[in-house]
């Protein structure tokens, strides 16, 4: 599992689904066997934004879905979300409406809060290429060390916008070329700890840390 951050101000996670699907044929009777495992980016939707009272309106989550001919990527931003319930039936329902969408490289809208176009990894990274970029990988630079300096050691170089993009993989991890556009991106390799964790989970862990010490990224 991997991933990317956004700053104090806007908190950005990039999810690869390298087999998700990208048309709306899938059963929400069956979202892991039929859609391309979307359930896991299901999983990672709900703890990037879901609070016992609400949402984090201060999340932008991105889905690129690459078990297609083509490409699509998937928004979600908090501010605008609308009908997101904690649970993986409701959540896969609105990315079902978003692939229903005829796609074009520009983003349109599916509903409230939630857009769609075509483009994958590359396209993704030349959108955020102003933002500094964390990459969770279980090698990495340990969190632990650095969290505790906060802003005395930056994450990655200074970002322009402020901005800051946490990246994850799904549960084949991150392919090589990925990888490589990563590094030439100049992505910051951080770990969260030597055992192999869901997605999910990781942004749990990123969104803990950020609410906890807001500044340890900065």
């Known amino acids: 599992m991997y991933l990317l951050l956004a700053s104090t101000a806007m908190r950005n996670f990039i999810v690869v689904g390298h087999k998700a699907t990208t048309t709306p044929n899938f059963s929400l009777e069956d979202i892991p066997g039929t859609s391309g495992r979307l359930d896991i980016l ?82 993704l990274l030349s959108d955020l290429k102003d933002a500094r970029l964390i990459y969770l990988r279980e090698d990495g630079t340990d969190i632990r060390p650095i969290s505790k300096e906060s802003g005395k050691e930056c994450m990655a170089c200074a970002s322009p916008s402020g901005e800051m993009a946490f990246i994850l993989g799904d549960h084949t991890g991150m392919m090589p070329e990925e990888e490589a556009l990563l590094e030439q991106a100049g992505a910051r390799v951080v770990s969260l700890g030597p055992v192999s964790l869901h997605a999910d989970h990781c942004i749990v862990l990123i969104n803990w840390l950020l609410d906890t010490d807001p500044v340890m990224f900065e």
């Open 42 to 123: 299901c999983r990672a939707v709900t703890s990037a934004f879901v609070l016992s009272h609400g949402i984090r309106k201060d999340v932008c989550v991105y889905l690129v879905l690459l078990g297609g001919e083509t490409a699509k990527t998937i928004q979600l931003r908090g501010e605008t979300l609308r009908h997101l319930n904690p649970d993986e039936r409701t959540t896969a329902a609105l990315l079902k409406k978003a692939l229903a969408v005829p796609a074009t490289p520009q983003w349109a809208m599916s509903t409230s809060g939630i857009f769609v176009r075509t483009g994958g990894f590359p396209e």
